[in-house]
C-alpha cells in the first residue's frame, strides 16, 4: 500500500496510549492524528480530524466504545473502526460488530498482531469497498432529488443550481439539472444558457429511444452539470404528460450520478410525478407567515401522499437567528423536523443572480455562509 492511513488512538488510559502510538510508529504506512480519551471526544476527533482508522477501546467513561464505533460507523462510513477489548466475549464482541466495528482484538497484544490485525483489516475494507465501487458502476442508478416550495420566493431555484453545482465538484459526480417549473422556469437564467432546445422540443420528436438521442435536447453548461431546460412558453407545458417524464427519468437514471429537479410551487401532474418518483424532497421555507402558512399546507398534501420524513426534507432558507419566529416555534407550528438551515446571506445570492454567475464561481463570494451552508448540505445528503 502506497497511500499513508491516518489512525485516531481512543482509550481512557495515558499508558496504553502511549505504548499503541509507539508501536504505530513502526509501520511505515500508518501515522496516528490524534488521541481521545473517551467516546464522545473520539466522535468529535473523528469529525474534526477524519481519520481512517479509529482504534476504539470499549470500557470508557462519558461514552463507551460500542457507542461511539455506533455513531462513528453510521455518520463516517469510510472510518474503519478496529476494537480493543480486554474482553475475550463471544456475545461481546458480536455487539461490537454490530455496531460497525470491522476488526477486534484483544489486549495486551503483541506488535506482530497488532500490526497484521490493523493491516488485513485495511487491505479487506478497501477491497470490500472498490467491489462495491464497481458493482454500483454496473448498476448505475441516479439518485433523484426535488426541491420544491409552497410558496414562491423562497429561493429554491438557486439553491437547487448551487446544490447541484457542489455534487457535480463531489468525486467528480455526474449531474443533470431538470427545470421541473414547465411554466415560469427559471434554471436557462441561472446558468446562463438560452434555451436552443428544452424539454418541449423532445417530447415534440419523442426522442426517448435512447440516450444517445435525448442527449440532443440536454444542455451543457460551463458549470460541470448538464440541464434540461423548461418550455420556452408557458402554454407549451401541458404538453409534456406524467408519461415523457417517467420515460426522461428512465432512460437519465442510467447516465447520471444525481438528477436535481428544480420544481414549481403548484401541484399539478407534472410537479406530482416528479415528487411520486423522487428518493429525496427538499421542501424549501422562509420564516414568515405566508411562507409558514404555505409550508404547513404543503407538508399535509406529502403526507397524504404517504411520504415519509426519510424522504421529505423541511429546508429553511435565509435563516435568521433574530427572527421573531424560531427554529423552535416553526417546528411546533409545522409538526415537523427541520432538517437543515440555510443562513441569511442576500447580497450575496442577489448579486450572483443579477451578475449571472454561481456563488462559487465569483472569487468574492467565497467562503460566504451561503456556500458553507451548500457544502455541508451535499455532506450530509451523499
Known amino acids: ?48 480530524l477524519s481519520p481512517d482508522v479509529v482504534l476504539m477501546d470499549i470500557n470508557m467513561p462519558v461514552m463507551d466504545g460500542l457507542q461511539a464505533t455506533e455513531e462513528i460507523s453510521k455518520n463516517y462510513p469510510h472510518v474503519v473502526v478496529i476494537i480493543m477489548s480486554v474482553q475475550d466475549d463471544s456475545d461481546y464482541l458480536k455487539k461490537a460488530m454490530l455496531s460497525g466495528a470491522k476488526e477486534y482484538i484483544f489486549k495486551p497484544f503483541s506488535t506482530d498482531d497488532f500490526v497484521n490485525t490493523v493491516l488485513k483489516t485495511v487491505e479487506k475494507d478497501l477491497e470490500r469497498k472498490s467491489k462495491i465501487s464497481i458493482v454500483n458502476k454496473e448498476k448505475k442508478s441516479a439518485e433523484i432529488i426535488s426541491v420544491f416550495s409552497a410558496k414562491g420566493g423562497t429561493g429554491k431555484s438557486v439553491l437547487a443550481f448551487n446544490f447541484a453545482l457542489k455534487l457535480s465538484k463531489k468525486e467528480g459526480n455526474k449531474v443533470l439539472l431538470i427545470d421541473g417549473d414547465f411554466l415560469f422556469g427559471d434554471v ?41 431546460l423548461a418550455p420556452k412558453r408557458p402554454e407549451n407545458a401541458e404538453k409534456i404528460t406524467k408519461t415523457n417524464i417517467e420515460e426522461i427519468l428512465k432512460i437519465t437514471k442510467k447516465e447520471y450520478d444525481y438528477i436535481i429537479i428544480d420544481l414549481g410551487t403548484n401541484y399539478n401532474n407534472s410537479t406530482l410525478t416528479f415528487l411520486d418518483l423522487s428518493d429525496q424532497i427538499f421542501m424549501i421555507t422562509l420564516m414568515d407567515l405566508m411562507s409558514i402558512k404555505n409550508t404547513k399546507i404543503g407538508i399535509d398534501v406529502m403526507k397524504s401522499l404517504d411520504y415519509d420524513t426519510d424522504k421529505l426534507k423541511l429546508i429553511v432558507n435565509q435563516y435568521n437567528k433574530k427572527n421573531n419566529i424560531s427554529a423552535t416555534k416553526l417546528k411546533k407550528y409545522l409538526n415537523y423536523e427541520v432538517y437543515f438551515k440555510v443562513p441569511e446571506d442576500r447580497k450575496i445570492i442577489n448579486d450572483s443572480i443579477n451578475i449571472g454567475i454561481p456563488v462559487s464561481k465569483v472569487k468574492s463570494f467565497r467562503k460566504s455562509k451561503f456556500e458553507k451552508a451548500i457544502m455541508d448540505l451535499v455532506a450530509i445528503c451523499v
Open 188 to 228: 436557462g437564467v441561472l446558468v446562463d444558457e438560452k434555451p436552443i432546445k428544452t424539454i418541449e422540443n423532445l417530447v415534440d420528436d419523442m426522442a426517448f429511444e435512447s440516450y444517445a438521442i435525448m442527449k440532443e435536447y440536454i444542455t451543457e453548461t460551463s458549470y460541470n452539470i448538464d440541464t434540461l
Open 1 to 48: 500500500m502506497d497511500k499513508k492511513f491516518k489512525i485516531l488512538v481512543v482509550d481512557d488510559n495515558d499508558m496504553t496510549r502511549e505504548s499503541i502510538i509507539k508501536i504505530i510508529s513502526m509501520i511505515d504506512n500508518f501515522q496516528v492524528i490524534g488521541e481521545a480519551v473517551d467516546g464522545v471526544d473520539a466522535i468529535k476527533k473523528t469529525e474534526k
